[in-house]
């Protein structure tokens, strides 16, 4: 047996005992919390968030103009854009890695079956960083969040290699980092963002522990990686 299928075993295994340690009605919240702020979801809230608390970074004076497909702009092909190449073009392709066999569950619990769903979401976000980056009305804030968010799914899958690194908390720490970005471009109101974005952040990191889907390191590791990679995006953006 292959060191690979070895790590497989063990990680299911360990997840199987794990599993039923924790009360049913335990686990079902810690599966929707994970179902809440999956990764995939997270972009789409940045750009959400962006939209309602800041709507002028669009050219728009309210928010629903911003999700509109009518008008001159029909601006809401942006979200649309943005949507299918974050999440739901990403998740099809897990969906028929699962319909092959490649991978046990689209929920990708082992290393081993991480890596070509990382490579293959990492090519469509580059794509629409690529495309985002010709749209010159598109707010620079969501050039760096779709940025940031692709140098933290890269780093990810690097660290993966060695150890299982918590994707849900790459994400969350990137939304906390995209909360203080809005705040920061924000009028008035969206401090208690940052309040919601610590406490998610929290809560997603506490499912994934009682869930056992991950070691105590890898959560704060993708903290540190979702949080950090959005910055080291904002500089690189405004500098260059």
């Not at 990680?11 to 039923?20: C, G, N, Q, S």
């Not at 979801?41 to 309210?62: C, D, K, Q, R, V």
């Not at 869930?211 to 690189?236: E, N, P, W």
Request: charged share 10%; proline share 3%; hydrophobic share 55%.
């Amino acid at each position: 047996m292959s060191s690979d299928s070895e790590s497989t075993n063990i990680d299911l295994l360990m997840y199987e005992r794990h599993a039923a340690l924790i009360p049913t009605g335990m686990q079902y919240i810690a599966q929707f919390i994970s179902f809440l702020f999956h990764p995939l979801f997270i972009l789409s809230y940045g750009y959400i968030l962006l939209a309602i608390f800041n709507p002028f970074l669009f050219g728009e004076a309210n928010t629903e103009r911003i999700f509109s497909f009518s008008g001159k702009t029909g601006k809401g092909i942006w979200f649309i854009n943005l949507l299918l190449f974050s999440c739901v073009i990403p998740f099809i392709g897990v969906l028929l890695m699962r319909m092959l066999g490649m991978v046990s569950s689209v929920s990708l619990r082992t290393q081993d079956e991480r890596k070509i769903p990382y490579v293959m979401a990492g090519m469509f976000y580059m794509a629409m960083v690529a495309q985002n980056s010709t749209n010159t009305s598109l707010p620079m804030e969501i050039k760096i969040f779709a940025l940031g968010a692709t140098i933290a799914l890269f780093v990810a899958f690097f660290i993966n290699l060695f150890s299982k690194i918590s994707m849900h908390t790459v994400g969350m720490g990137g939304f906390l980092a995209m909360i203080i970005i809005i705040i920061a471009r924000s009028y008035v109101g969206a401090e208690p963002l940052f309040i919601f974005g610590i406490l998610a952040c929290g809560l997603t990191g506490t499912a994934r522990l009682l869930l056992g889907a991950h070691k105590t390191a890898d959560i704060y590791g993708g903290y540190f990686v979702g949080f950090l990679s959005q910055f080291i995006a904002l500089q690189y953006i405004f500098s260059s």
